[in-house]
């Protein structure tokens, strides 16, 4: 839908120590229209959106940029809001300690006599939460929000300041549910018949025919692929994205898999609590060499608590026979799945992941120590040649290992991440949603390196949200829902299938009824090396 030209992008240039970060980038944007805006990490596309919300200033950039065909120049951000161009970021910067209303209304509350009003504030407030159907206080601190309700609040502020023309909204479905984030899009609906253009950055394909009108890519700075409309061009997004071709579907290319790796009867995993509900209801499973197997469910199904489990994480109380090699016992400590040959990449890089403060050589080394000492002296040659080998197996991109952690995209910080277990050259791999909150590159490229894994042996076990994921990337599929197995796939499974299982539509045994006080063995975790 193309309405009159809201917004017109004009050769816009940002550099950055003389390296341009955007570089002549032209596209325009109707009003009442939402535009995608692709690219893996590191291509413009937020550097671009800054200079447009004010906070790449005047005189920091070249080229110019129109709103309604007049020439916009602002010096800070709060010129640009006042003029109706506002920037909802992927970070959320919601200040915790201060109220909801405080938050939406931040820089423009009403005042009387000098004094905040805070009756009217109060009011104002509660418009914009009313809009996107939130039943929240006004006055309490916005630290007692979930994350998915401080996306919102967010963007109910970026609503609430003056009557806005141009809303970017960065990545604003990565902490939603699949149920929240489509009431984002109902809401958008609303906004863009109002007539404000939109600009929409997502790494999310899936979402694009939802929501948007138009698409560009930007691939290094520039603009590679602006397109009249969204339908079924997924491929020649990702195309344009990474400036090849992606690799061919692994599911043409399956090899047999080999000696079983993984075998796992019984399994029971629950809380430390004596009265605590099982999160795992008598699981039994199996991997084999070479496979990857797909772990399948929504959120809640059990899935992570079984893989901690399994790697020896788990900090509460386990029952069941667990097989490694062979050898029968469970890990009780990441430091033992490690030294029996599991690895574990943990869903949440940076709480349980990322060793913040060192550097990329001393993350991927983390897990391996052993592997480069001698008589308990690290060889700082052999742990460098492996960092440095694996950084480029993965195209880790700057490839400095010397660089620190915290400086890297979300991409290439899971890169990291799976060096570090590439390094420990595992039997069996945990992969707990690999590619969550991943570039397109990054994402091909990750999941290059898992087949390239699983050729050479090593059982893989993905736990993914993802259903496209599993659907193309598995070699064989298991399906949780509250706690238990309930389906067995192969590749070619519908996606009906797959979710009828996930939402429990098929037949599963009940374990509702089980006492809480079935006699669980105590199996405490032992602290074990950072994960």
């Not at 950084?391 to 010397?402: F, G, T, V």
Request: with cysteine; proline share 4%.
């Amino acid at each position: 839908m193309t309405q009159d030209v809201r917004l017109s992008i004009e050769g816009i240039t940002k550099e950055f120590g003389g390296v341009p970060a955007v570089s002549e980038a032209r596209f325009s944007v109707g009003a009442g229209e939402t535009l995608v805006l692709l690219g893996e990490n590191g291509a413009g596309k937020s550097t671009l959106m800054k200079v447009l919300a004010g906070v790449y200033p005047l005189g920091t950039y070249a080229g110019s940029f129109r709103l309604d065909g007049v020439e916009a120049q602002f010096r800070n951000v709060r010129e640009a809001e006042q003029n109706g161009v506002v920037l909802v970021p992927q970070e959320l910067h919601v200040a915790p300690n201060l109220s909801i209303a405080e938050n939406i209304l931040m820089g423009m509350l009403p005042t009387r006599f000098g004094i905040v009003d805070r009756a009217k504030a109060r009011q104002k407030a509660k418009q914009c939460l009313d809009f996107f159907e939130l039943d929240v206080d006004p006055d309490v601190p916005a630290k007692s929000l979930s994350a998915s309700e401080q996306r919102l609040i967010m963007i109910s502020a970026a609503l609430a300041k003056s009557a806005a023309k141009v809303l970017i909204l960065d990545e604003p479905t990565a902490s939603l549910t699949d149920g929240e984030a489509e009431h984002l899009f109902e809401k958008m609906e609303q906004v863009r018949a109002t007539g404000v253009a939109t600009i929409y950055i997502t790494h999310r394909l899936d979402e694009i025919e939802r929501v948007c009108d138009r698409a560009v890519v930007m691939r290094n700075g520039a603009v590679v692929l602006e397109t009249p409309d969204v339908q079924g061009r997924r491929s020649e997004f990702i195309r344009a994205m990474i400036g090849h071709d992606p690799a061919v579907d692994a599911s043409l290319n399956r090899a047999a898999p080999g000696a079983e790796i993984l075998e796992v009867r019984d399994l029971w995993v629950r809380g430390s609590s004596a009265t605590s509900k099982p999160h795992v209801c008598g699981v039994s499973l199996s991997a084999r060499a070479g496979e990857i197997l797909g772990l399948f469910g929504l959120v809640g199904a059990g899935r992570t608590e079984l893989a901690s489990a399994v790697f020896g994480a788990w900090r509460g109380d386990v029952t069941g026979d667990v097989r490694i090699n062979g050898v029968a016992g469970r890990p009780t400590s990441p430091g033992e799945g490690i030294a029996r040959g599991v690895g574990m990449l943990t869903e949440d890089r940076k709480r349980s992941g990322l060793i913040e403060g060192q550097s990329v050589l001393r993350n991927i080394s983390a897990a391996s120590l052993g592997r480069v000492c001698k008589a308990g002296v690290i060889h700082s040659k052999n742990e460098r040649a492996r960092a440095e080998s694996l950084a480029r197996d993965l195209d880790l991109r700057p490839p400095n290992i010397d660089a620190m952690v915290e400086n890297f995209s979300g991409g290439n910080q899971q890169k990291i991440m799976l060096a570090r277990w590439m390094a420990t050259d595992p039997d069996l791999l945990i992969v707990d949603e690999p590619t969550y909150g991943v570039d397109v590159g990054a994402r091909y490229a990750i999941y290059e390196r898992l087949r390239a894994l699983s050729k050479d042996g090593t059982a893989i076990l993905m736990i993914s949200s993802d259903i496209e994921e599993i659907m193309h990337e598995a070699d064989r599929i298991l399906v949780m829902y509250k706690g238990q197995i309930a389906g067995e796939f192969e590749p070619g499974v519908s996606r009906r299938e797959l979710m009828a299982a996930a939402t429990g539509e098929t037949h599963v045994p009940s374990f509702d009824a089980v006492p809480t006080t079935i006699p669980f063995k105590q199996e405490k975790q032992k602290i074990g090396v950072a994960i």
